[in-house]
Nanobody, 126 residues
């Protein structure tokens, strides 16, 4: 069984930085794409960033472009999200996700992902 476990969330002041980590485990773990999504209270789940496991291609939601960076270490089955210049509107629960073999074109859609972590809270104070 595949498991995703996020870590690194916390409370930070506006303008600060955090680095989220996601550890994937399970003997059957195979993926094409991994992503980070976030969900703020009363809002839907929002695409933050995605990375292709083979090509290392990346993409970002418009609200985080230029501030967040997604990366991976395939030798450790780890994905990271470096978040800089954080804003109060970045406050949300952040989720790591992985698919079992989906086209890159579907990276924006939460329904394209098969595995999800439990989420980690990020709170940015003004």
């Amino acid at each position: 069984q595949v498991q995703l476990v996020e870590s690194g969330g916390g409370l930070v002041q506006a303008g600060g930085s955090l680095r989220l980590s996601c550890a994937a485990s399970g003997r059957s773990f195979r993926t094409n794409n991994m992503g980070w999504f976030r969900q703020a209270p009363g809002k839907g789940r929002e695409f933050v960033a995605g990375i292709n496991w083979v090509s290392d291609r990346t993409d970002y939601g418009d609200s985080v472009k230029g501030r967040f960076t997604i990366s991976r270490d395939s030798t450790k089955n780890m994905v990271y999200l470096q978040m800089n210049s954080l804003r109060p509107e970045d406050t949300a629960v952040y989720y790591c996700a992985a698919d079992r073999g989906t086209n890159w074109s579907r990276r924006f859609y939460s329904t394209a992902y098969d595995y999800w972590g439990q989420g980690t809270q990020v709170t940015v104070s003004s």
